[in-house]
């Protein structure tokens, strides 16, 4: 019985400093060169990426493009794969020599399943590991009801770009995605193509995913061009994605309940943006609160209230401004003499480890 042929999609921007190890691991894959290819999609780089990609000339095709974002390289990439299975890959990250076959060998044993993911190893800039992110045992989930919405909220972060395959049958039906999403479309098309046909998330680690100073999701210096980025791509995620997943068949609570984090995720950035009104404010972190934790001591109630105080008489802006300098002290140590708040349960567990 023939494997199934991949289509590797790797998309870029300004990744001079790590695209080669990037396509490095795809070329160097265990699974047959014969039965893949890999397209690169230079989303308008104006560094040295597009002469770095030109090294891999006649084992890499080469897709620029304007820039527009990562939801706009997917539109451009995907109806360019001619594989039955799309494995994705940011271009600062690298994979691991048998990912692409463990895959696979996956997809091979779940007729069923559409999407796949897997844990992953953090790195640094340099690649030194930081932290082994896996979950304790294989999960497959389905959005079929409210304990499945509450695993796959756990399993995103094994589903993200460097992670996820899916297959092009499954991505026919998703596409395309909004090109809004700027940043984050993996997390619009991995929920998506959960909902439409299920993801099986492995138990091995088959990504280096990097930490680095040009993240354009992950990054601790405030960077308003960053921050404005990160907003329309959370606002989109929280408007756009519901309809979708209810068009799926997907039950109009379990809807709510998956994208409800997405929308206070989306106001605080608008509202750290300094776009919005105190009482805004209140509304999202008393949400924030009651769908973060299950129960909470009298003390730390108090502590909440007198949070909720404070943004009431605050310029919002100024109140996240506030919240990054207290929590990038770690004064949260403080407050654990009112007691610490209980989150609500977690049904996935990882296995981690650093050094």
Known sequence: MSRPFVSVLIDTYNHE??????????????????????????????DRTPEIIAKF??????????????????????????????????????WEKDKVATVVSGFERNSEIGAIGHGLYEVDESGKLLFLNVPDREYSCRLRNLEEARQFLELRSFLG??????RRSVLEKIFPIPEAMLIEADEYMATHA??????????????????HSGNQFQFSTRDPRKLERKFISLDCL??????????AGIAPEIVEFLTLPNWIDATRSRLSLGRGW?????????SAFHY????????????????????????????????????????????????TPVPRDSLVVRKACGR
Do not use: M
């Not at 408007?239 to 997943?245: G, V, W």
């Not at 105190?278 to 008393?286: F, G, I, K, L, Y």
């Open 161 to 166: 770009t460097s992670r996820l395959a899916a």
């Open 194 to 211: 959960v909902a439409v046909s299920g993801c099986l998330v492995l138990d091995h680690p088959l990504t280096c995913y990097r930490f």
């Open 278 to 286: 105190p009482w805004e404010t209140v509304r999202v972190e008393r």
């Open 57 to 94: 000339a006649g084992r890499v095709t080469h897709l620029p493009k304007k820039n527009g974002g990562q939801g706009s390289a997917f539109n451009f990439g995907v109806p360019k794969c001619r594989g039955e299975i799309v494995a994705f890959l940011d271009a600062d990250d690298w």
């Open 17 to 46: 400093k790590f695209i080669e190890q990037a396509i490095t691991s795809v070329l160097e894959q265990s699974f047959s060169a014969s039965d893949c290819e890999i397209l690169v999609v230079d989303d308008g780089s104006t």
């Open 238 to 247: 929280a408007k756009d994605l519901p309809p979708r997943l209810a068009a």
């Open 292 to 339: 973060t934790y299950k129960h909470a001591s009298a003390g730390y109630h108090l502590f909440h209230a007198a949070v909720l105080a404070i943004a009431a008489v605050t310029p919002p802006g100024l109140f996240y401004r506030g919240r990054d300098w207290y929590a990038k002290r770690r004064l949260a140590r403080v407050r654990g003499v009112l007691g």
